[in-house]
């Protein structure tokens, strides 16, 4: 009697377990050939998932107000290293010819030793050019595929030759030192010889402008002083992603990173370095000068610094604000360093929920490549959970409901 009593029950726990195992195994099915794209991981060895080594740990410094000032105490005695220029002061700069250089001379008198006013020189293209349009020409602007200048052109060996003076060394000396040894030449042919040596093209020097200018290229080294400021200017300006807060010198194989923008707003004229003969400008984007905003915020996004100055408050005002239902304030966490230490990085905690936590958050200044990341709350994280499993219990209950 007991084994009959027990039966119908039997069957339907056998009834429930059946479609349960047909549900799972429907369900399973489904996910295997389920629409798009998926990765079959069956053939990835995951070694992360038999980790036995513990998780490295990483301090974390509490944001208060003396590691603002020491923030800013170090940032007021970091010191910059600026390039070597052989010349500090542009009021005693002279500039020194080089191969390549073309010079016009003039002899008074004699028409015969001056270089022709008239007289063009084709390069093999389609133009030509005289010495008056050469003397036209913005003398820091390049002349690809236009003619040269009829001139004295300064060989390789930095020598030129003139009419009964011979072969002179020119490259290294001034265009007064070259007339003075003109004119010592010619004064046994020309009485009291009057010479006048002027630079027609300057073509020995150069600096090379790269990056974020609309027209980079190379400028030439001239009789004036050529310093940071008017390179970047007489390259066309700037594009508007330009970080002229980080424009890198290349010198004598070593870089050097200058801030154009404190020159232009702060008016340091030690960041608008003289430049010389071989450097590379290169005015980067501001791929290098970004914050990135994640976790519980309205709006995660990287942030561009701007003019160098960016902080808390900015970055998450940027974002949106932290959500009010789903961030944790107490949890506000800095991460820097990873570009150069990636696997010991500074970690920094930032408690808003304290009366002076926004006079900090506009205060502490973040670096290039920082991350800052909103932690969850502890009921959002429980009502997560809730929502995942909640579904798979309402439909267990619905299953056990349909089978009865």
Known sequence: MLMKKLAPHSAANFKSKLAASLLLTSFLSACATAPGNYLD??????????????AETYPVHLIDSQLVAMQAQQAAAKTQVLPT??????????????????????????PELTTPQGSTLSAGG???????????????????????????????????????????????????????????????????????????????QKVQVTGEVKTPGPLAVSDVPLTLVDAITRSGGTNSDADIQRVRLTRNNKLYVLDADRMLDKGDTTQNVMLQNGDVINVPDRTDSRIFVMGEVKTPIQVPIIRGRMTIADALTQSGGILDTDANPRQIYVMRGMKDHPTTPEVYRLDMTQPDSIMLSSQFQLQPLDVVYVGTAASTTFNRVLQQVLPSVQTLFYLKQLTR
């Open 41 to 54: 991981t069956s053939r990835l060895k995951d070694d992360g998932q038999h980790q036995s080594q513990p």
């Open 85 to 110: 220029s052989t010349i500090s002061d542009p009021s005693q700069y002279v500039y020194r010819l080089s191969p390549q250089d073309i010079l016009g001379i003039t002899v008074w008198d004699h």
């Open 126 to 204: 389609n133009t030509t050019q005289s010495v008056g349009g050469a003397l036209q020409q913005p003398y820091t602007a390049a002349l690809p595929g236009q003619a040269d200048p009829y001139g004295q052109t300064i060989a390789a060996d930095g020598t030129i030759f003139f009419p009964f003076v011979g072969r002179i060394h020119a490259a290294g000396k001034t265009v007064g030192q070259v007339r003075d040894q003109l004119s010592s030449g010619l004064v046994r042919y020309i009485r009291n010889p009057q010479v006048d040596v002027r630079v027609l093209s300057y073509r020995g």
